[in-house]
């Protein structure tokens, strides 16, 4: 890995220079909150973002995406309709760099490439950026709280400059185009360690450290504290539609008004819809919010480890706040936590 | 999902109805919202009887009856029952005939509202009146377009379905989830009290992300969790009784079905 040090105030133009070829994708304010959004100024952007709303998962797999046109009456495919534009997500958070390549490595699975992903993959750059956790940040028990392989770049933020992290030559050239760009000294090296110091002294100590998750979930699979969550889900998918890696989704058609065209469309769909696993004769698999809720935890805790070996929750938080009633990996984790603390349970 | 079963081979366009029962005839004008797409869904089938187009009787033989409203005499629950014989599906169309809607309000105490209106001389032309129900409480009812009103191109969709079949199934998550993906922030951090909880997703959170709160147009969803949804609701400070009260604009047949009515 290269680094490369650039002032602060050279971040405008950096992104200044991505804006002449892409479209430039960044955390904005939306009310108390923050969205990821397309913007057409720095200033729109606001890099020191605790969170997003959502995550940048919607620039890979959109909420609905038209994978081809049809004709009805000649039953054929008329067009597959390419709506991939160059873009770069700026200040994306270590988390969902994490999150992305769990959805990277389902969707360019070899055995099912995805083409309408790969496409979007393709034609995005990631530049990250350091975070300082919110109180629902757990990705350091799960793992994220670094970024690896993932970036086009990485921004770490020390003091008035940023230590750059350097993974592709395209966005290596942008930088060095738009930037002053220095080699890192011994100063922004002491800088950058005490920056990660800080970080790791900031995540919310309630949330529990609890080692051996996947043996956890296998062992816990049928205790009571799954009726409980199941009791109050509201069966809403908000978790879903928030969070980084739930990738799973629906293919429906839809006719144009007179029904003689059409598109083929994909839309999110996910594990806590009541009607997920129902099959054809009626018969739903996991009836119950109950089995629904924990099916959720066992693909984020314990199954997409035994495919892809890493956790696929990588800790952002974000469904522990969409959540209305406390379902969460959290939720989990506290769970695992008063086990072994307390013979009552 | 189910087709029409032609009575003929020959190739006819099939033939619709639209009945309107008690409503407020907001849907089947918010159908010709579509405007330019109109000919192009009309030119699909043949348009047996629209009361909103024509003053002609009703025929007696149609393949598909689109009903529009609620139940509330014994004269539009036969209406209701015949058109079930003689149609091969039936397509419930907005609150009123989804769920009771706005006329279902009456429906714990039809005689007493009646009596609030006309006093004790309800008119003949009210005819035999009973307590409002959605028409799924008389007849099986193959595809519902939810909400007040219908969204009409959500009409032309299962029009369309119910003409050709579909790929498609009307969810029974509830609208937090849809809202969520519209990242428009939650109107209960506002401190508005929404119904979005417990109501049936599928119209895409259209008011809360106009900023209203959802007031359960399209219907109770039957996999909601109004017990959960309520103690949240209170939780951010909004009495349990007021929720009940918002749900029971269109949910009040639900609500009475439950034993949650009064
Ligand atoms: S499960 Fe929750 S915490 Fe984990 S990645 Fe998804 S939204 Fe983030
Ligand atoms: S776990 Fe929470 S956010 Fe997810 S579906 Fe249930 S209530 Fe909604
Ligand atoms: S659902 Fe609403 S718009 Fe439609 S008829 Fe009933 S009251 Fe009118
Ligand atoms: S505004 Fe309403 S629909 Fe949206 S998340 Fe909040 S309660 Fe749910
Ligand atoms: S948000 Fe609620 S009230 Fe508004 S259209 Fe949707 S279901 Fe109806």
């Known amino acids: ?137 757990f990705c350091h028990l799960m793992d994220s709280e670094e970024a690896r392989p993932g970036y086009d770049l990485f921004l770490n933020a020390i003091g008035d400059r940023y230590l750059v992290s350097i993974g592709s030559v395209t966005a290596a050239n942008i930088l060095e185009s738009a930037c002053d760009v220095r080699e890192a000294t011994d100063a922004d090296r002491a800088a950058f360690r005490a920056a990660t110091r800080a970080r790791q002294r900031a995540f919310n100590p309630a949330i529990p450290d609890v080692q051996e998750i996947p043996m956890l979930m296998d062992a816990f699979h049928e205790d009571a504290f799954w009726d409980e969550l199941g009791g109050r889900c509201l069966s809403c998918n908000a978790c879903a539609s928030v969070c980084p890696t739930c990738y799973c989704f629906d293919i429906r058609d839809t006719l144009d008004p007179g029904a003689e065209t059409g598109r083929r469309e994909r839309v999110w769909d996910a594990c806590t819809s009541p009607q997920f696993a129902m099959v054809a004769g009626g018969h739903n698999f996991r ?41 969460s990996p959290i939720a989990v984790l506290e769970f695992f936590e008063r086990k072994g603390a307390d013979d009552g349970e | 999902m189910s087709e029409i079963e032609r009575v003929t081979d020959e190739p006819c366009a099939p033939r619709v109805v639209f009945i309107g029962l008690a409503s407020c005839f907001g849907c089947q004008i918010n159908i010709t919202n579509i405007e330019k797409h109109l000919l192009q869904v009309l ?23 689109v009903i529009e409203g609620a139940v509330t005499t014994e004269e539009a629950a036969e209406t209701v029952r015949r058109a079930r014989e003689r149609a091969g599906c039936v397509i419930a169309i907005g609150a009123c005939a989804a769920t009771g809607g706005i006329p279902g309000m009456a429906a714990p105490d039809i005689t007493g509202c009646a009596a609030a209106v006309y006093g004790d001389a309800v008119p003949e032309a009210c005819g035999v009146l009973r307590a409002p129900a959605p028409v799924s409480a008389l007849v099986d009812v193959d595809f519902t377009v939810s909400c007040c009103p219908v969204d009409p191109f959500e009409f032309v969709r299962v029009l369309d379905a119910a003409l050709y079949g579909s790929n498609r199934l009307a969810p029974t998550s509830v609208l937090c989830g849809q809202c969520a993906q519209g990242e428009g922030g939650c109107l209960y951090k506002r401190g508005q009290m929404c119904l979005g909880l417990v109501t049936r997703s599928g119209c895409g959170a259209k008011c809360p992300t106009l900023g209203r709160a959802c007031n359960g147009c399209a219907g109770l969803s039957p996999d909601a969790n109004v017990g959960a949804a309520r103690a949240f609701a209170a939780s951010r400070g909004h009495d349990p009784a007021r929720f009940d009260e918002a749900l029971r604009m269109f949910n009040t047949v639900a609500l009475v079905a439950a034993g949650e009515g009064e």
Request: charged share 25%; hydrophobic share 40%.
């Open chain 1, 1 to 137: 890995m290269l680094y490369r040090v650039i002032d602060r105030a050279d971040v405008p133009s950096l992104v200044a220079a991505f804006m002449e070829r892409y479209e430039v994708v960044a955390p904005v304010r939306r009310g108390e909150k923050y969205v990821f959004e397309a913007v057409s100024d720095f200033d729109e952007i606001a890099l020191d973002y605790p969170t997003t709303i959502a995550s940048p998962k919607k620039y890979f797999l959109p909420a609905t995406e038209t994978l081809f046109a049809f004709d009805a009456r000649e039953n054929a495919v008329t067009d597959y309709v390419d709506e991939v534009r160059p873009r770069v997500l700026f200040g994306v958070h270590a988390c969902d760099i994490n999150g992305i390549m769990n959805l990277n490595s389902v969707f360019n699975d070899p055995r099912y490439p995805d083409p309408y992903y790969r496409a979007h993959e393709d034609a995005t750059l990631i530049v990250g950026v350091s975070c300082t956790p919110t109180d629902t940040c």
């Open chain 1, 287 to 327: 009836a119950t919010p109950a089995a629904r809720v924990r099916h959720r935890m066992y693909h984020k805790l314990n199954g997409f480890l035994a495919t892809h070996d890493r956790s696929l929750c990588v800790g952002c938080g974000r469904c522990a706040a969409a959540c209305k009633v406390d379902i």
């Open chain 2, 43 to 65: 030119g699909q089938i043949e348009l047996g009887y629209w009361q909103l187009t024509s003053s002609e009787p009703m025929p007696d033989a149609f393949d598909v009856a």
